[in-house]
């Protein structure tokens, strides 16, 4: 990558001192306290201000080095927009006595935690629900600020915001996903190289996953051509945290390159191609390991880690065609401080040193079985 030239960076305020009393005649007093000296010192600070200044100017210019708003407009000039924030979606059930209607608009939220200083996240019902025969329900819900927060692990909204007669509790039988940021500097930025580097023309394979990586919300997609014969296309979606798309994110994106599904050019997607959109596969990597740790180490805290480096690896990965190497989880292993050792390595309760992953598959991390 090219490297930012070095402009402007010698005109410091004592160069351009320097350069100013040089041009003052010699049998003129201008030691440092004369008055000539006195009188140039605010001019010289001034200007190297203004050279400063013009560093910025050039560093703005330039989608590599530039940020926020100017990124915005650098990449509009290609006809790209930051993604805007994105409510969390899942589901949840209701129990208590049946025949009791939870009305559309019920806010459910998680606990506070007045030890952490942690708020509630809330949630609204999509729809209305009415418990059955044996008393309950699960209707759609979404939260109600966009934004990463709103992604939590299953079990934990168990909070009626207002009292619904008939009704004793609320739980989130899975996780609530598909929550995401406004778009980051770093991720428009990629997603900007992707699109100047790598143009999308035509309906070819770029074309697709630029028309799929504009929809708010998706993490990344990969393309399968002649995905049931000619004529089919496949998209394969993952979320902000490279996990499989929610549903609402897959009929988003489909919404945008096929809404008919039958070829008819509705979309974005050429007439003729019928597009199919699928949330990617999950596959679930296993880890078991048996461990030395160091001294004054938790195995609870080391398993949390492992988890977190895991993640982070396995996000690499996440539609690159690669696979996951044991050898590379061996590493994330090594470089926690709290692990001076480890042996019994087993992913997926296998030593093969290689697990492939399939066209449409993304792994994600399983369950971490990490032991003394």
Do not use: C
Not at 1 to 13: G, K, S
Not at 43 to 66: I, N, Y
């Amino acid at each position: 990558m090219a490297e930012m030239p070095a402009f402007l960076q010698e005109q410091t305020e004592e160069n351009i001192m320097q350069r100013m009393l040089e041009r003052v005649p010699s049998d003129i007093d201008k030691s440092e306290g004369s008055f000539i000296w006195d009188a140039q010192a605010p001019v010289a600070f001034v200007l190297a201000e203004a050279a400063g200044w013009a560093q910025q100017v050039l560093q703005r210019g330039f989608a590599g080095s530039t940020f926020g708003t100017y990124l915005d407009l650098r990449v509009s000039e290609h006809g790209l927009t930051r993604r805007d924030a994105v409510q969390a979606t899942g589901s949840v059930k209701f129990s208590g006595v049946p025949g009791t209607l939870v009305p559309a608009g019920t806010v459910v939220a998680t606990p506070a935690d007045e030890v952490t200083s942690e708020t509630s996240i809330e949630y609204i019902t999509k729809q209305a629900v009415t418990l059955g025969a044996d008393g309950s329900g699960e209707v759609s819900i979404q939260a109600v600020l966009a934004g990463r927060q709103g992604n939590v692990p299953e079990k934990v909204v168990s909070v009626l915001g207002e009292r619904v007669q008939g009704v004793s509790t609320v739980t989130n039988l899975d996780p609530i996903r598909g929550g995401a940021d406004i778009e980051t500097d770093e991720l428009l930025l990629e997603r900007y190289y992707a699109h100047v580097r790598n143009q999308g023309t035509s309906a070819n394979k770029a074309h697709y996953m630029k028309w799929a990586g504009e929809v708010p919300g998706v993490g990344a997609a990969q393309v399968q051509p002649l995905w049931q014969g000619p004529g089919t296309v496949g998209i394969y979606l993952l979320d902000t945290e490279k996990r499989a798309a929610n549903e609402e994110l897959v009929t988003a994106v489909q919404q945008v390159l096929d809404p008919t599904q039958d070829g008819q050019g509705e979309g974005a997607a050429p007439a003729g191609a019928v597009v199919t959109v699928m949330a990617a596969e999950e596959l679930p990597i296993n880890l078991s390991v048996k461990l030395a740790l160091a001294g004054g180490a938790s195995l609870i805290e080391v398993k949390e880690q492992i988890t977190e480096g895991l993640t982070a690896y396995l996000q690499g990965l996440a539609f690159t065609d690669s696979p996951v190497r044991m050898t590379r989880v061996a590493a994330v292993l090594l470089d926690l401080p709290g692990i001076v050792d480890y042996t019994d390595l087993r992913l997926n309760d296998s030593d093969e040193l290689v697990i492939s992953v399939e066209m449409g598959q993304v792994a994600v991390p399983g369950m971490v079985n990490a032991y003394e």
